[in-house]
Structure formats: C-alpha cells, structure tokens
C-alpha cells in the first residue's frame, strides 16, 4: 500500500495536522499495518518537498506546535492517477508460509527424518490459525455499529485467508510427491 497516496487522499477532506491524519488512517484502514506518526510525518514532509501538499498554517491551541497540511492541485491530480492505475497481479506470489513447507522438507531431508509428516504438522498448525482469524474477523463484522471500512477491511482479510487455506489443503495432499522430488534433487 501506498502511503504516500493514502495520506494524500485522506487530505482530500480538507486541511489536517499529521495526528488527525494517523487517526482517520486508523478508522479507514483497521486491518492494515499501523502507521507510526514518525511516518505519517516523514511522509507529510516528502508531499510538501514534492509539491504534492502544503502547509496550510500552525496552531498551538496551548500545547505543541502543530503543523496543517492540505493536498495542492497537483497533489489532486496525482491522487486521480494513481486510483486509475491498474495494480498488476504478483507474477510470483512467494510468502512465509510457502517457504516453512519448502524449508520443513529440506531440514527434515537432511535429518533423515519424515519429512511428510513434519510439514503435514506445520501446515495443519498453520491451518488452525488461519481458521481462528477467519472467525475473530468473521465476529468483527458482525458487531453491532461496526463501520464499513472496518467490514471491507475484515472481508479483504478473510479472502486471502481462506485462499491460504485452500492452498494448504492443496499442498498437503501432494506432500508425498513434494518430499520424492527433494530425494530425487
């Protein structure tokens, strides 16, 4: 995800200082990684050095300082074509996952110990978690007054949890043939 265009759409909504931005990225991304403020600001500060934002004044209201930062025309227009782009699918999608099977196999091969059944055990364990956040988050959407980005974010997740799954399942029922390939290697 794009920071640096997810804060410069949340400033679409008008001028904001940093610690209003960090919340609404909050409330519009839940599942997301957090943003630390040290990014929110960084990121603020590269927006202004590229013309993309500016700052809009400072105010204290009696505490520290605090900088407002709103987009400029140009960072609107940015904003515009970076929602129209495309986001080409992963060619190869490689994750931690994958590589426990891949590895499990190869440590077990060079054990000489039952390489079937040491990812068997990882890939169950795994699947075991995966099930348990599919239903925190299946629980998540249906709490009374939750918000809509917090029910986009919690069906995004459940997706690709549940083809991680699917993948598991997959990948245990061809184990066998995955540890001849590692003897055969």
């Known amino acids: 995800m794009s920071t640096r265009h997810v ?4 400033l679409v909504g008008g001028p904001s200082h940093g610690y209003d931005l960090k919340r609404r990225y909050d409330e519009r991304f839940p599942q997301a990684r957090p943003l630390a403020y040290g990014q929110v600001y960084m990121t603020l500060q590269r927006l202004v050095r590229d013309g993309l934002a500016a700052i809009e004044g400072t105010d204290s209201d009696g505490g520290p300082e605090r900088t407002l930062y709103r987009s400029t025309d140009e960072g609107s227009r940015e ?3 970076w929602t129209a782009e495309i986001t080409p699918p992963a060619l190869f999608v ?3 996952i994958f590589a ?3 590895v499990s196999i ?3 091969a060079a054990a000489d110990s039952d390489r079937t059944s040491d990812a068997a055990a ?3 364990a795994q699947r075991t978690a995966h099930m348990a956040r599919m239903r925190e988050l299946t629980a998540l959407k249906t709490v009374p007054g939750t918000d809509l980005s917090t029910v986009l974010s919690a069906d995004y997740a459940i997706a690709h949890l549940d083809a991680d799954v699917r993948w598991m399942t997959t990948t245990a029922s061809r184990l ?3 540890t001849a390939e590692v003897d055969t290697a």
Not at 7 to 10: A, D, E, S, V, Y
């Open 100 to 102: 426990k099977v891949v």
């Open 94 to 96: 490689t994750n931690e």
């Open 122 to 124: 990882y890939l169950q």
């Open 79 to 81: 904003l515009v074509t």
């Open 176 to 178: 066998t043939t995955l």
């Open 7 to 10: 804060l410069l759409g949340l």
């Open 106 to 108: 190869l440590v077990a």
